[in-house]
């Protein structure tokens, strides 16, 4: 059971390019999320997915992208990269909409933007 | 806004104490609140969930307390190893998506 997976585990950028992080989970979870962690700031949602076909903006949402591709998989684009999106990002999913359920986090992914 | 504070940063204790790790936050209209590890270099591992209308819960050498009026919560660690050397994080949920999280208790059990 690998629980939620994302890839890749790191990635160096130029400023302005774009990449897509992807993320996927084998839990059968309704619900999943993007967050990333700076430094002195914690950890901060970016978007979230509350079910299979509807995204909404967390915190951060600007600079980035979402698409719930299906019940599994949660990616997260950056169209042009900047050196502020210099972070470690997590990918978690959960049950579902009530909030007894617990969040589960992957890996993660670190990227770097020169 | 919700503010979520752990103290102290870091703590660095002898193998076979037990210590307790702090986190209050400043909106007590919280659902829930979930107490997380992390490695270095690693993702979150839940500990444990404390429902709002819980007021502690326990796994194994772990006890997490919540104190809702009071805005605050506890996770006591019996007994400490090593092996549990990590960062502690502390979230409260509010509504059913959204977590906010504190900066980390960085937790170091010398042998």
């Known amino acids: 059971n690998a629980g939620v997976t994302q890839t890749p585990k790191f990635q160096v950028l130029k400023t302005g390019q774009s990449m897509t992080l992807q993320c996927a989970q084998d839990?059968?979870?309704?619900?999943m999320y993007w967050y990333r962690q700076d430094p002195g700031m914690g950890l901060r949602l970016i978007y979230y997915s509350a079910s299979e076909g509807t995204t909404d903006k967390g915190e951060v949402p600007n600079g980035y992208n979402v698409s719930r591709l299906n019940k599994r998989e949660f990616s997260l684009r950056l169209e042009s990269a900047a050196p502020s999106q210099t972070s470690v990002y997590f990918c978690?999913?959960?049950?579902?909409?009530?909030?007894?359920?617990?969040?589960?986090f992957g890996p993660g992914t670190r990227l770097t933007v020169t | 806004k919700q503010e979520v504070t752990q103290i102290p940063a870091a703590l660095s204790v002898p193998e076979g104490e037990n210590l307790v790790l702090n986190c209050s936050f400043t909106?007590?209209?919280?659902?829930?609140l979930q107490w997380f590890r992390q490695d270095p270099g690693k993702g979150l591992t839940s500990l444990l969930l404390?429902?709002?209308?819980?007021r502690e819960q326990t796994s194994g050498r772990l006890n997490a307390s919540l104190d809702k009026s009071s805005g605050r919560s506890t996770l006591y660690i019996a007994a400490s190893q090593p092996g549990d050397s990590a960062t502690y994080l502390c979230a409260v949920i509010q509504g059913a998506q959204k977590l906010v999280f504190g900066q980390g208790t960085r937790l170091t059990i010398n042998p």
């Open positions: 839990m059968n979870h309704n619900s």
């Open positions: 404390i429902q709002s209308s819980q």
């Open positions: 909106d007590s209209a919280i659902y829930n």
């Open positions: 978690a999913s959960r049950r579902g909409r009530v909030s007894s359920y617990e969040q589960y």
